[in-house]
C-alpha cells in the first residue's frame, strides 16, 4: 500500500498509475562524484508521502539531506536558504 495525496494505492493500482514503482519511492544507492563530498557513498530513499533523504553511508550513516514535498527540514539547507535569500532581497518563510 501506497500513499499519495489523500489516495492509498494497492500493488496493482500502482502499476496502472506508473510503470515503476522507482519512479515513486524507493531507494537509490549512489557516490558523489565532484566537489568536497568525491567518493562519499550514500543511498537515497523516497517515500510515495513526499518524504525524502539521503543517508551519508561513509559518515557514520549520518543524514544529509532531508526534505519533505520539496521543503528543506535540515537546519543546514535552512541556513543556506536563508543567505541566498538576504543576497538577492527576498523575504523567507519557513513552514514547520
Known amino acids: 500500500m501506497l500513499k499519495i495525496g489523500e489516495k492509498v494505492l494497492s500493488r496493482?493500482?500502482?502499476?496502472?498509475?506508473?510503470?515503476?514503482?522507482?519512479?515513486?519511492?524507493?531507494?537509490?544507492?549512489?557516490t558523489y562524484a565532484e566537489g568536497k563530498a568525491k567518493g562519499l557513498e550514500a543511498v537515497e530513499c523516497r517515500s510515495g508521502s513526499g518524504l525524502r533523504f539521503v543517508i551519508l553511508i561513509?559518515?557514520?550513516?549520518?543524514?544529509?539531506?532531508?526534505?519533505y514535498q520539496g521543503i528543506p527540514k535540515s537546519k543546514k539547507q535552512r541556513y543556506i536558504l536563508k543567505i541566498y535569500s538576504r543576497e538577492r532581497g527576498n523575504r523567507v518563510i519557513y513552514p514547520d
Open 58 to 67: 561513509d559518515r557514520g550513516m549520518d543524514i544529509g539531506l532531508c526534505e
Open 12 to 30: 496493482k493500482d500502482i502499476y496502472q498509475y506508473f510503470g515503476s514503482l522507482q519512479q515513486v519511492a524507493g531507494l537509490r544507492r549512489f
